[in-house]
């Protein structure tokens, strides 16, 4: 882990294919094709909805739900809904997901989302505030729940780090954009 390394140094820790099983999935369940931005918007605020009406962003870990609930509330095809549960399971029997985890990862690996609409539907997912805004700790928490889900995926390789680890870079993120330091030739990567 660790702000301003690259991501180029430790490719085999990626697998950036959209052909896995996983992002398949979710990519079939979520933001579908042939929809328009307008129907993508709309798409998010209901998702957005029923994951707060769940458990608040401050609260994601309690975001569980099972089957019957993914059936009522989640429209697309069986078969990749049921690779979603496989992927993303909490529990050994695959019997729940976090629906905040598994969100996060349909928003950011979605093939059809353009990089705002991703940054948009993020925020409005993690926000517990009508602007949308987000707060470290929920900066963290979306963090956290994204390497976990681009884990249990396969795009991610090793585990994510330590929850410490994700808080230090943000933080120190955070405070090299405050200072203003960074200088245009500097990047910085979040692995």
Not at 16 to 21: H, K
Not at 50 to 69: C, F, G, M, T, Y
Not at 108 to 118: G, I, N, Y
Request: hydrophobic letters at 45%.
């Amino acid at each position: 882990m660790g702000i301003g390394s690259s991501v180029v140094e430790c490719p085999d820790d990626w697998q950036l294919d959209p052909r896995i099983a996983g992002v398949q999935a979710l990519n079939n369940l979520f933001f579908a094709g042939g929809s328009t931005g307008r129907q993508w918007d709309a798409e998010a605020a209901v998702l957005s909805a029923l994951v707060h009406e769940r458990a608040p962003p401050s609260r994601h870990s309690e975001a569980l739900v099972d089957q019957q609930w993914w059936r009522d509330h989640i429209v697309g095809d069986q078969e990749s809904a049921s690779t979603a549960f496989d992927l993303f399971a909490t529990d050994p029997a695959g019997c729940q997901v976090n629906l905040y985890e598994v969100l996060t990862c349909a928003a950011l690996l979605s093939l059809r989302l353009r990089r705002e609409a991703k940054a948009a539907v993020l925020c409005l997912v993690w926000s517990g505030r009508d602007d949308g805004r987000l707060g470290v700790s929920a900066m963290i928490s979306l963090l956290c729940s994204l390497l976990q889900g681009l884990h249990r995926l396969g795009v991610l390789v090793p585990s994510p780090p330590p929850v410490e680890e994700i808080e230090n870079d943000i933080c120190r993120l955070l405070w090299v954009l405050r200072k203003h330091q960074p200088c245009r030739g500097d990047a910085i990567a979040f692995e």
